[in-house]
């Protein structure tokens, strides 16, 4: 391996071309996660790694860990999970948010066995249906210290005999003696600090893991039904990292701030292992991360003291920064990266004359393991979310009804496919004695993964999304792109984020409506915001029938906008209004069930059913009607 050949001059779209004249084998990338930490530990043993924050009150006081302490910490964890019975085919779940334990955990997790983080936000079933699908039966859960719904969970797991031990986590720099755990037959309990203190950390006893063996299963999101599990091996995790590492942008001492939750792909890649690769200090915030209110109030002192050279964050975030008075040095701050969902161009603009720091929009998805597409603060493309990435390629599809693809032109709008090392292994679709049985559940043609996104590639293998497949609004037979909508409203001065979303129709099938927040004190009406992107929408069909303004908009753990959430309130508005002349309508419900809104309409025995059937049957919606006795 030599130094050239790991890190090729990677600054501009050009230089692309140029990488993948070396064949990625040739590179000489660690075999594993494992075989990542351990490189850096031995090139930088004494150089920080981690530095953690307690919370957003304290970041004057973090806890601090070296490349060989956090190879310590993860060979005694492992040891650990290893004396509990976990080897390389069986998962460990780890529920917990952000906390100096979680981040050796979960990659002794991957050096024992796979690491299986748990959104601990889900509800109980979803929760243990996960646990279930993964076959873990240890969880490394957050104490009671930590987060008490979780451990409350996670007690409720243990009582239940979904597994045989919980090594329980307690929050980061915390002092003085815990409190003891509730003792469970069958179950081992303990703090998971105390059970690994008197192990030896300086090697790991069992089998090392392989490029080709899993290195973790994350769940794709939770928020429709339960989530599928995704299986990455360690192969498509080292190259992913590797691919963001190489950004000449990044050297040996930018510090990278790291806010989002361990169990999503974009902290585990992003800001824990593609950093391993050139012995980059990571600043990571506290529990609540972003949603922090005393981190968002002291954020760029922080980064003024911590000298933070990247950030990466969703467009949620950058709005709410782009508020904040920079009130602090910030020049430290070279570039901020920006995923997950779309973002709108005036928020771009917003925080960069705000901050005067690139936002660098970037594309992926768990399936691909985190990154495909990066951008570059010297040859920008407004709107496109970047330039694939080395070694994976893309190229737009058009999927037929007998489920077979036909490749689409350059420049022609279709769903986005994906090849490369980065393409997943496939979801669990059970687990038996002999490990996980993956499946591509369709997902996957020939090595190409189908991403569900909408997309146009240019000339140059620029990305440029049109929205997600199944979030196109579709207005008698045409289709609208909600991002046109979006990008209409985001740029009102008084608007700092916008979803729009179909509405059913009982004549056009669905038309599109808007939702926005505004900013404090703010004047604007719905109705002024109506005719303010009605006048700016690139055609009529797209001119929004209803903007409804919400102090907040529905979103993931991470912040990422869920619309899901948004086409159920608009079904249940469109519902009241149709039948608001109906008597004896007792309410109206509209809910999300296994990614697809169901209406709930409830009457009583005044009511005509008929009547209300019959309205209901004029849209393309699943519903029900109750009749209360």
């Known amino acids: 391996m030599t130094v050239d050949l790991l890190w090729p001059r990677y600054a501009a779209p050009t230089d692309l071309a140029t990488i993948e004249a070396v064949p ?53 964890y492992a040891n650990l999970l290893h004396s509990l019975g976990v080897r390389r085919h069986d998962a460990v779940a780890l529920m917990a948010p952000n906390c100096a334990e979680l981040v050796p955990a979960t990659l002794a997790a991957q050096l024992a066995g796979i690491a299986a983080p748990i959104n601990a936000a889900q509800s109980q079933q979803h929760i243990a249906e996960l646990l279930s699908r993964s076959g873990a039966r240890v969880l490394v859960a957050a104490g009671p210290e930590l987060a008490r719904e979780t451990w409350e ?26 409190a003891d755990l509730p003792e469970v037959d069958g ?76 169990f999503h792909v974009n902290a585990l890649v992003v800001t824990l292992l593609a950093p391993l690769f050139k012995g980059q200090r990571v ?20 980064v003024e003291h911590y000298r933070i050279a990247s950030m990466s964050a969703v467009p949620t975030v950058y709005a709410a920064l782009a508020q904040r008075p920079v009130d602090a040095d ?15 161009a005036a928020l771009t603009k917003r925080f960069e004359e ?71 292994a496939g979801y669990v679709a059970e687990h038996d004695e002999h490990g996980h049985v993956l499946d591509g559940m369709g997902k996957l043609v020939d090595g190409w993964l189908d991403t569900g996104d909408l997309a146009r590639v240019d000339d ?25 909508i979006e990008d209409a409203l985001s740029a009102h001065p008084q608007v700092t984020a916008a979803s729009a979303v179909g509405r059913p129709d009982a004549h056009a099938g669905e038309v599109p409506v808007a939702y926005v927040t505004v900013a404090a004190g703010a004047d604007v009406t719905p109705q002024e915001l109506q005719a303010w992107a009605g006048e700016r929408v690139p055609e009529r069909a797209a001119a929004p029938k209803a903007v409804t303004i919400l102090d907040a908009l529905p979103a993931t753990a991470i912040g990422k906008l869920y619309k899901l959430a948004l086409r159920a309130d608009a079904t249940r508005r469109e519902l009241e209004h149709a039948l608001a002349t109906v008597t004896g309508i007792a309410a109206i419900h509209a809910a999300v069930a296994d ?33 209360r006795k």
Request: net charge negative.
């Open 24 to 76: 990625l084998r040739d590179r000489g990338l660690p075999e594993s996660t494992y075989a990542l930490l351990g490189r850096a530990a031995g090139l930088w043993p004494d150089r920080p790694a981690l530095t953690v924050l307690p919370d957003g009150a304290r970041w004057r006081e973090p806890l601090q860990r070296s490349f060989s302490e956090l190879l310590d910490d993860v060979h005694r």
């Open 153 to 178: 969970a996670a007690h409720e797991m243990a009582v239940r005999g979904q597994v045989d031990a919980v090594l329980v986590l307690r929050p980061t720099g915390v002092a003085g003696t815990p």
């Open 187 to 262: 179950v081992r309990i303990g703090y998971l600090s105390a059970l690994s203190a008197d192990i030896d950390g300086s090697d790991f006893v069992g089998d090392l893991p392989r490029g080709f063996d899993v290195a973790a299963l994350f769940h794709t999101g939770g928020t429709t039904g339960v989530a599928k599990l995704a299986a990455h091996t360690h192969d498509n995790e080292v190259a992913n990292a590797w691919m963001l590492a190489a950004n000449s942008l990044w050297d040996c001492d930018s510090v990278v701030f790291a806010a989002l939750p361990l």
């Open 283 to 302: 600043v990571w915030a506290g529990p609540l991360g972003y949603r922090d209110p005393d981190l968002s109030n002291a954020f760029w002192r922080i």
């Open 330 to 344: 910030i020049g430290s701050l070279r570039f901020a990266m920006v995923g997950a969902s779309p973002l709108p």
């Open 354 to 424: 705000h901050t005067n720091v690139p936002l660098l929009e970037g594309y992926g998805l768990t399936e691909a393991t985190c990154a495909t597409a990066r951008s570059f603060p010297d040859a920008p493309r407004p709107g496109s979310v970047g330039l694939r990435l080395p070694y994976q390629q893309v190229k737009v599809v058009r999927v037929r009804e007998d489920g077979t693809w036909e490749d689409l032109p350059t420049g022609t709008t279709g769903v986005l496919a994906i090849s490369g090392p980065t393409v997943f």
């Open 460 to 484: 140059d293998g620029f990305i440029y999304l049109a929205g997600r497949a199944k979030d196109v609004i579709i207005r008698g037979g045409h289709n609208i792109d909600p991002a046109v």
């Open 595 to 627: 990614g697809s809104i169901v209406a709930t309409v409830e009457i009583d025995e005044s009511a005509s059913e008929p009547t209300v059937k019959e309205i209901l049957d004029r849209y393309a919606l699943n519903w029900k009607v109750l009749v």
